[in-house]
């Protein structure tokens, strides 16, 4: 059972490129969320979706779009990718919509804009 | 609108030591309460989790937390640190309406030998 996968790893981009950061589950998760983690600011909620075909916005959904079109695979789009974007970024997902059921996390994707 | 402060980014023990990680939430409605830990270059993994029931919350690896509702509190212990629990640790709070879930800031345990 592979659980949440993210990739790529590692990416290095320049100011003003655009990529895809991959996420897939095969637990058929009903929720899925991306994140992103800074130094001292622990992790906070980019997208997130309740089911193929619903997305919306979390707290910080500035320069990202995402789109969930089958249950498994959530992608991130960087649309024009800026210093500020620089992070490590975590998908996760959860079974129930419900608050209670505790999230699957990925091993993340440490992004470097440059 | 929740929030999660956790008090100290960084927290340093001795081994066989207590470990106290403390953490206060804000909601305007009943929280679910969670305690998840990133050891390095991994996600993040669950340590223990506050639905409902028993306020006293055990988890894996000896830790366990208690829901104080009166102090909005949900401070992690374990009481004789290892080496192996140097790792950051995150709080987080979601509302029972929905599975958002807000982190807070991060707390780095550091165990000295």
């Known amino acids: 059972n592979a659980g949440v996968t993210q990739t790529p790893k590692f990416q290095v981009l320049k100011t003003g490129q655009s990529m895809t950061l991959q996420c897939a589950q095969d637990?058929?998760?009903?929720?899925m969320s991306w994140y992103r983690q800074d130094p001292g600011m622990g992790l906070r909620l980019i997208h997130y979706?309740?089911?193929?075909?619903?997305?919306d916005q979390g707290e910080v959904p500035n320069g990202y779009n995402v789109s969930r079109s089958t249950t498994e695979d959530f992608p991130l789009r960087l649309l024009s990718a800026a210093p500020s974007q620089t992070s490590v970024y975590f998908c996760?997902?959860?079974?129930?919509?419900?608050?209670?059921?505790?999230?699957?996390f990925g091993n993340g994707t440490r992004l470097t804009v440059t | 609108a929740q929030s999660v402060t956790q008090l100290g980014s960084h927290v340093s023990v001795s081994e066989g030591a207590l470990v106290l990680l403390r953490c206060n939430y804000s909601?305007?409605?009943?929280?679910?309460l969670f305690w998840y830990v990133q050891y390095p270059n991994q996600g993040l993994q669950l340590l223990l989790k506050y639905t409902t029931g028993a306020t006293l919350v055990k988890g894996i690896n000896g830790f366990e937390a208690e829901f104080k509702k009166s102090e909005t509190s949900f401070h992690l212990t374990k009481p004789s640190a290892h080496m192996s629990d140097a790792a950051e640790y995150f709080c987080?709070?979601?509302?029972?309406?929905?599975?958002?879930?807000?982190f807070g800031e991060g707390t780095q345990l550091t165990v000295n030998p």
């Open positions: 979706s309740v089911g193929a075909g619903i997305t």
């Open positions: 637990m058929n998760h009903e929720y």
């Open positions: 909601s305007s409605v009943p929280p679910y």
């Open positions: 996760a997902s959860t079974p129930f919509r419900g608050g209670q059921s505790p999230l699957h």
């Open positions: 987080a709070v979601s509302e029972t309406s929905g599975s958002r879930l807000t």
